[in-house]
């Protein structure tokens, strides 16, 4: 976000106030590219076996014998997960809230343009 008003400035001599725009569009549309292939894959990566192993010890260290004794009785088998896709992401309704926000506030100052270049030039 510091960077903004610097690059903003760099290339608003080349593109003018229209062409600003269009860039910032794509770098957001670039940004969702990368979203896209980046936010499944990594939300399916998951704890270790060994990691898991250590963290059980550490937590039965913690505890007392009849409590680790009741916690191993109550523990249920652990569940499948499924691979987390971007329909899964965009099933959330905060994720996609979220990005239907960023499309809606960047997409829709390119039609302003003719309005609101005179106020500002």
Same mark, same amino acid.
């Given at each position: ?15 003018? @106030?229209?062409?600003?725009?269009y !860039? &910032?569009?794509? $770098?957001n ?6 979203? !896209?292939?980046? =936010?499944? %894959?990594?939300?399916?990566? #998951?704890? %270790?076996?060994?990691?898991? $192993?250590?963290?059980?010890? =550490?937590?039965?260290?913690?505890? +007392?014998? /009849?409590?680790?004794? /009741?916690? $191993? ?10 691979? $987390? #896709?971007?329909? #899964? ?17 960047? &997409?829709?100052? %390119? &039609?302003?343009a +003719? @309005?609101? +270049?005179?106020?500002f030039?």
């Amino acid at each position: 976000m510091g960077l903004g008003p610097f690059v903003g400035s760099l290339v608003y001599g080349p593109l003018h @106030y229209d062409g600003t725009m269009y !860039f &910032f569009g794509g $770098i957001n549309f670039l940004g969702l590219l990368m979203c !896209f292939c980046m =936010i499944p %894959s990594e939300l399916n990566e #998951t704890v %270790s076996e060994e990691e898991e $192993i250590e963290h059980e010890m =550490i937590e039965d260290e913690k505890q +007392t014998h /009849r409590e680790a004794a /009741r916690s $191993i009785m109550k523990k249920k088998a652990p569940k499948k997960m499924g691979k $987390i #896709t971007m329909c #899964t992401v965009l099933s959330n309704k905060h994720a996609g809230f979220a990005l239907l926000v960023c499309l809606v506030g960047t &997409f829709n100052i %390119s &039609f302003f343009a +003719t @309005y609101i +270049t005179p106020y500002f030039v």
